[in-house]
């Protein structure tokens, strides 16, 4: 096969990689200079609306409902294209501005209503202009996308991490993070520097698209695509955002602490502290950068792919099992090696300065929870997009609100647990789980089966190859003690990081596995693969 799908994976994973490490690296100069302090609980509930909206948006559901348009009105009408793209991103920039208005508006009235001295709602209101701008960045990435350009907008990530970073740095310079008020204008420096990042990254994509297509604001020709974009958006907010929903309930739950004075419940009292929301946020992204690399980058290039080949169910289904055994033999590993390394790439990422070992305990706690379904989070991107791609946009919303009332319950009682705030990850590994068993099941009914024999025999070798793996890491983690310096910390965790991934690798060639191959890039075998994956 020559459709690029892993070649274009290796590009966005690369890209992914590198603005997933500068990522960890903003959130080691988050840790080490404001810790788990109620400012840290303070910026991540600032950002977790806009951060919702990127997620949302920027790896998903507007993108998704603007691509298989675009791609054919491309084919057919490159200037009804124009108009359509021109189109698109005017509504978006005239509508979310007045939300954002009508947003900043009302958060200015009720920060007024308590004299201006609630200092999470002044951080919202510096982060809420980033939203209009990121989803303008989600939709020129989509034209990218198009026309096979993928790196740019898996680049885009970048410009943020960096802009946080240099903010952050140079409010640490001119401030004391010991004292409360100077950490407070660190972290609104930081918050700020967010429209910074936004205002470049639409520079950046608008450049990156230039020879490649053109925006019309003249939108009377393409008025039927146009309405079809939006009206397959709002489904698919819900079928391809509800791990980021879930993710966003698990936010404000864990903040309800850092935001009321008296945070009790009919009386009792709140399970959760202050520090909640910190100590979340910095799990998330730690099981996240799997996610984001391998997961994310797959899904980006499938779905193109997917909708070009919507009528023909041959090609289809088996680019769908391409899919799936890439993630499977990326993400059952991956989730097996964060449980093992947890943590000692907690302490290597996030451990020092304000950020003490209890920290480190109480987040690598937490991140099991999350790591046990990374397997289901990249499959959940793979199978929705399937459904997308065969323009069946209600089944995965059906699916998805059902998830996300399941994932409320079980947030909403596991906190009282003995679990705390690890309640809220192992609500959404569940519901994660539960939501990929369903999407496989009932595609399958609908005549794309994205799992059969060939598949069951790939997850039966990746199952062995993960085995194998976890016993050379647990193995040479007790031969190897842990290290009190920083040097050691990281000279162990790449150690047995790169030990994990040289085994799967050994394991997977003498088991003469493709997917391997697949992984840096190589397409080679597939055609003979692609005969027997037509099995049931």
């Known amino acids: 096969m020559s459709d690029g799908l892993e070649r274009n994976t290796r590009t966005v994973m690369l890209l992914t990689t590198l603005s997933r490490i500068t990522g960890l690296i903003r959130d080691g100069v988050f840790s080490r200079l404001l810790g788990t302090y109620i400012e840290k609980s303070w910026f991540d509930f600032a950002f977790l609306i806009p951060n919702a909206f990127r997620r949302l948006f920027g790896e998903g559901a507007l993108s998704a409902a603007f691509l298989p348009t675009y791609q054919r009105v491309t084919a057919e009408d490159k200037r009804m294209a124009a108009a359509l793209a021109g189109g698109v991103l005017g509504a978006l920039a005239v509508g979310l501005g007045a939300i954002v208005v009508l947003g900043e ?121 146009l309405s079809e974009v939006f009206r397959r958006a709002a489904p698919m907010i819900l079928g391809l955002g509800v791990l980021q929903i879930n993710t966003l309930i698990d936010g404000l739950i864990a903040s309800w602490p850092a935001l009321v004075d008296d945070p009790t419940v009919f009386g009792h009292e709140y399970p959760l502290n202050e520090h909640a929301m910190a100590v979340i946020s910095y799990s998330q992204r730690l099981y996240q950068f799997p996610l984001g690399v391998f997961g994310l980058a797959v899904a980006t290039v499938i779905y193109p792919l997917l909708t070009g080949l919507a009528g023909n169910p041959g090609r289809f289904t088996t680019t769908v099992r391409r899919g799936v055994r890439l993630v499977l033999f990326i993400s059952i590993p991956a989730s097996v090696g964060l449980l093992l390394v947890r943590e000692p790439l907690t302490r290597v990422i996030l451990q020092g300065g304000a950020f003490t070992e209890a920290d480190t305990a109480k987040v690598s706690f937490v991140l099991i929870g999350y790591a046990a379904s990374i397997w289901a989070y990249m499959l959940i991107q793979i199978l929705t997009r399937a459904f997308y791609a065969r323009d069946e946009v209600m089944t995965p919303v059906r699916i998805a609100m059902a998830m996300v009332s399941l994932n409320l319950v079980l947030n909403l009682t596991l906190i009282w647990t003995p679990l705390g705030v690890a309640g809220l990850a192992w609500s959404t590994a569940i519901c994660a789980a539960i939501q990929a068993v369903l999407l496989i099941v009932i595609l399958r009914k609908r005549g794309v089966a994205p799992v059969n024999r060939e598949v069951w025999s790939t997850l039966g070798r990746i199952l062995i190859a993960t085995a194998i793996m976890a016993a050379c890491v647990w193995g040479l983690s007790l031969v190897w003690p842990a290290r009190e310096s920083m040097f050691g910390s990281i000279v162990r965790l790449m150690g047995l990081t790169a030990t994990g991934g040289l085994v799967i690798l050994v394991v997977a060639s003498a088991m003469r596995m493709h997917e391997w191959r697949w992984v840096i890039g190589h397409a080679s075998g597939l055609d003979g693969d692609a005969s027997t994956m037509d099995d049931h």
């Not at 996308?145 to 802009?163: D, Q, R, S, Y």
């Not at 409010?171 to 972290?187: H, Y």
């Not at 520097?193 to 950046?204: E, K, L, N, R």
């Open 105 to 225: 508006s009302v958060l200015f009235l009720v920060s007024a209503a308590s004299g201006h001295e609630d200092p999470s709602l002044f951080l919202l209101m510096l982060t809420l202009p980033y939203i209009p701008l990121v989803c303008i960045v989600a939709i020129v990435g989509a034209m990218l996308h198009v026309h096979g350009k993928f790196g740019p907008t898996a680049a885009t990530p970048l410009i943020l991490n960096g802009c946080i970073i240099t903010a952050t740095l140079i409010g640490w310079k001119m401030f004391d993070t010991t004292t409360p008020n100077d950490r407070l204008a660190i972290t609104a420096m930081a918050a700020g520097s967010v429209i910074v990042a936004g205002f470049f990254q639409v520079a950046w994509s608008l450049w990156a698209l230039r020879g490649k297509a053109t925006m019309l604001l003249d939108v009377r020709g393409a008025l039927q695509p």
